[in-house]
């Protein structure tokens, strides 16, 4: 079965950390961009970040800059998304996903906000969500 699974979530109050974990069953992640996503209740589900294939070019919406890292394994075929100084409004269930890379050329740096955007539709694996609270 081909499949995306995450781990890593949970209740922390805010200021504190978690690492999320994405782990691919049934394909390798080597030859896919790879995104996490968080929607929170009531509102839309929104790209976080996203790192390409093969270079590990990473990209980070506003909030994210500077608190969270993405990085893969392909070894491992796990995907990470450590986070730091977690604020309540990070609180939501927090998604990967993976879109296999079809174009031969690398990502230019300015085209990594577009990749994000489009993963939001055009992924072609998601996981299940991990659950991610930040609370006093």
């Known amino acids: 079965q081909l499949q995306l699974v995450e781990s890593g979530g949970g209740l922390v109050q805010p200021g504190g950390s978690l690492r999320l974990s994405c782990v691919s069953s049934g394909f390798t992640l080597d030859r896919y961009h790879i995104a996490w996503f968080r929607q929170a209740p009531g509102k839309e589900r929104e790209g976080v970040s996203c790192i390409t294939t093969p270079d590990s070019r990473t990209y980070y919406i506003d909030s994210a800059k500077g608190r969270f890292t993405i990085s893969r394994d392909n070894a491992k075929n796990t995907i990470y998304l450590q986070m730091n100084a977690l604020k309540p409004e990070d609180t939501a269930i927090y998604y990967c996903?993976?879109?296999?890379?079809?174009?031969?050329?690398?990502?230019?740096?300015?085209?990594?906000?577009?990749?994000?955007?489009?993963?939001?539709?055009?992924?072609?694996?998601w996981g299940q969500g991990t659950q991610v609270t930040v609370s006093a």
């Open positions: 996903a993976a879109l296999l890379k079809r174009r031969k050329a690398s990502l230019p740096p300015d085209q990594l906000p577009v990749l994000l955007f489009d993963m939001k539709t055009d992924s072609d694996y």
